[in-house]
């Protein structure tokens, strides 16, 4: 398994943010039927484990 840096760890970072942002466009759109879903199940975890 390979190790998980700061620059990683940066990218990572990005990469949700512009996923966040897209959903948040998304939903404001009212365009339900592109939205993410699967992985939003996931975000309530992670944040639920904090």
Request: with cysteine; charged share 25%.
């Amino acid at each position: 398994m390979g190790s998980f840096n700061s620059a990683d760890a940066t990218t990572y970072d990005q990469d949700f943010w512009l996923w966040t942002q897209q959903q948040v466009d998304l939903l404001k759109s009212e365009r339900w039927t592109e939205l993410d879903v699967d992985h939003f199940a996931w975000v309530n975890f992670l944040r639920d484990c904090l």
